[in-house]
T-cell receptor, first 119, second 114 residues
Framework: DARVTQTPRHKVTEMGQEVTMRCQPILGHNTVFWYRQTMMQGLELLAYFRNRAPLDDSGMPKDRFSAEMPDATLATLKIQPSEPRDSAVYFC?????????????????FGPGTRLTVL | KNQVEQSPQSLIILEGKNCTLQCNYTVSPFSNLRWYKQDTGRGPVSLTIMTFSENTKSNGRYTATLDADTKQSSLHITASQLSDSASYICVVSARRGGADGLTFGKGTHLIIQP
């Protein structure tokens, strides 16, 4: 069955290292979202793409985070350099938006997440 | 400032009982409200999406209500099952969109006991 996949599922790294997280959206979906979840802050939207173009990344720390969609089947979220406060679960979600805002009443399907620990 | 407050923070009920989770928001201008279920170690799964004109929406044993005047929503779970044990997250979108147009509640942690 169709589902969003994310790799790696777990990542432990040291402060200062580069981290790349990957997401494969559901085939045919045109919108991809990146979220971060921590115990303290809960869920936060970092960035989202529509038809591979970045629409909004205002939720993302610009100096160290970058998000791209090299093609329709791959979205990446990169942190360089990583810091301990980046430790969180990072979720990717995809959806099919045929009109209006991606934040409208459109279903989003979440991946299983990447649990990142920065020591 | 846009806010979403969920209550209770946590809830324990016996299997077979009903329960109601609350979500109060101050997001404006309102676009839609979503309820998600998140099992431990998994991504959120959408239960309902409600727009301004909808005041009740059901998904199996889950029924969400929305009162746009008082800016309150509730999620009612009927005849709870062990598999309902999860966190339930309320998310409200503002019509202006963008990452700052999305406000998340901290969730209600629900435990169903046999």
């Amino acid at each position: 069955d169709a589902r969003v996949t994310q790799t790696p599922r777990h990542k432990v790294t040291e402060m200062g290292q580069e981290v790349t997280m990957r997401c494969q959206p559901i085939l045919g979906h045109n919108t991809v979202f990146w979220y971060r979840q921590t115990m303290m802050q809960g869920l936060e939207l970092l960035a989202y793409f529509r038809n591979r173009a970045p629409l909004d990344d205002s939720g993302m720390p610009k100096d160290r985070f970058s998000a791209e969609m090299p093609d329709a089947t791959l979205a990446t979220l990169k942190i360089q350099p990583s810091e301990p406060r980046d430790s969180a679960v990072y979720f990717c979600a995809s959806g099919l938006v045929q009109g209006g805002s991606p934040m409208g009443g459109h279903e989003q399907f979440f991946g299983p997440g990447t649990r990142l620990t920065v020591l | 400032k846009n806010q979403v407050e969920q209550s209770p923070q946590s809830l324990i009920i016996l299997e077979g009982k009903n329960c109601t989770l609350q979500c109060n928001y101050t997001v404006s201008p309102f676009s839609n409200l979503r309820w998600y279920k998140q099992d431990t170690g998994r991504g959120p799964v959408s239960l309902t999406i409600m727009t301004f004109s909808e005041n009740t929406k059901s998904n199996g044993r889950y029924t969400a209500t929305l009162d746009a005047d008082t800016k309150q929503s509730s999620l009612h779970i009927t005849a709870s099952q062990l598999s309902d044990s999860a966190s339930y997250i309320c998310v409200v979108s503002a019509r202006r969109g963008g990452a700052d147009g999305l406000t998340f509640g901290k969730g209600t942690h629900l435990i169903i006991q046999p």
